[in-house]
């Protein structure tokens, strides 16, 4: 028999609107009551009905996620992030969370993203991996609705976001490979939809211009984020004439194909060619060879974008504010001392 909310009342010696309104999180209850009331529920095991409660408080008790569901679904990264989003709102919570896609033409309308609020489908939005052409947080947020950017830098500075601090992790990556020797370091950067990729060529530029590497125009590839791209990127690279020592990639599953590139071409990782990434997947550590790659503390990042959806929703406000996390460099077998000058591969130079 389900223990109801009548019976907390009796148990209590309070009236059903007075319970009603603990549960409905009202401010017009004294906190003592409040204890006495969630004490009894806990005691006689009553099951919160939070489709009533959010109707009564106008909410849908619905998460948002938006994301490109063609490029993350299924892949690492998305993992990590869910990670992080259940750490903060775990599954047994008032909260479900709902999949949207950014390359669906509700997420490139503003009159639809607005009818979609109305309806509320959805209490708050996190944004995942948003491209920079994207414009659904600013039409949604033009509305009133709580988002948060996760991962990437919006257009708009004062839509609230939580990044990795790209520049650094390019820069410690790059001082990595420029203390073991390398001085023809080639750079295979991701698609141009996302802001973290400008911000990882932006800083590795800088750092060859600083430190007068010896690259040419040909070791700047973009790619897409693909292992299969890092490979023809590899298989190209590496034919060139001066072959680069040192191949660094925006993203793991890139560096992976790399590897495989370089070991089709008969080269050796890190003998003739040391090979770094970006993110730190699970699989890196166990690749063959495992590779060097900064760490992105995506998780972290999934985690402190949540808690501050969840935060404005309680206190009726819109998020606020720009929070940048900071990266670390893992360094595994994947990257070596160049070969001495003189000194042949398989692959003629």
Request: one cysteine or more.
């Amino acid at each position: 028999m389900h223990t109801t909310m009548d019976d907390i009342a009796r148990e209590c010696g309070l009236s059903k609107k007075t319970v009603s309104r603990v549960f409905a999180d009202s401010q017009s209850v004294k906190q003592s009551t409040r204890d006495k009331v969630l004490e009894a529920a806990k005691r006689l095991r009553y099951e919160v009905n939070f489709l009533a409660r959010n109707f009564n408080t106008n909410r849908s008790g619905f998460i948002g996620i938006a994301a490109p569901m063609d490029a993350l679904l299924g892949g690492a990264y998305f993992a990590e992030v869910m990670k992080g989003f259940r750490r903060t709102i775990p599954e047994d919570s008032e909260y479900i969370f709902a999949l949207f896609d950014t390359n669906s033409n509700s997420f490139n309308n503003g009159e639809k993203l607005a009818k979609l609020y109305r309806q509320r489908r959805v209490d708050g939005l996190l944004a995942v991996a948003m491209h920079t052409h994207d414009r659904f947080v600013e039409s949604l947020g033009q509305i009133g609705v709580p988002i948060v950017v996760v991962g990437e830098k919006p257009a708009n500075p004062d839509a609230c976001s939580t990044i990795c601090n790209d520049e650094k992790g390019i820069a410690l990556v790059c001082s990595h490979l420029h203390a073991l020797g390398h001085r023809r370091i080639a750079f295979v950067e991701g698609p141009p939809e996302y802001s973290s990729t400008s911000r990882r060529k932006q800083a590795f530029v800088r750092f060859a211009r600083k430190h007068a590497l010896d690259n040419p125009p040909w070791y700047l590839h973009q790619v897409e984020n693909w292992a299969r791209a890092g490979r023809s990127a590899a298989m190209s690279l590496l034919k060139q004439h001066p072959r680069p020592t040192a191949i660094l990639t925006s993203s793991d599953s890139v560096a992976f194909g790399v590897i495989d590139g370089a070991h089709a071409l008969g080269l050796r990782v890190p003998e003739d060619v040391s090979v770094a990434g970006f993110d730190n997947e699970t699989m890196a550590a166990g690749y063959f060879p495992p590779l060097t790659t900064v760490h992105q503390p995506v998780c972290e990042i999934a985690e402190i974008s949540a808690r501050k959806l969840l935060e404005a929703l309680d206190n009726g406000t819109l998020p606020a504010g720009a929070t940048t996390l900071d990266p670390h460099l893992v360094v595994r077998e994947s990257t070596g001392k160049p070969n001495p000058p003189g000194r042949k591969t398989s692959l003629a130079r």
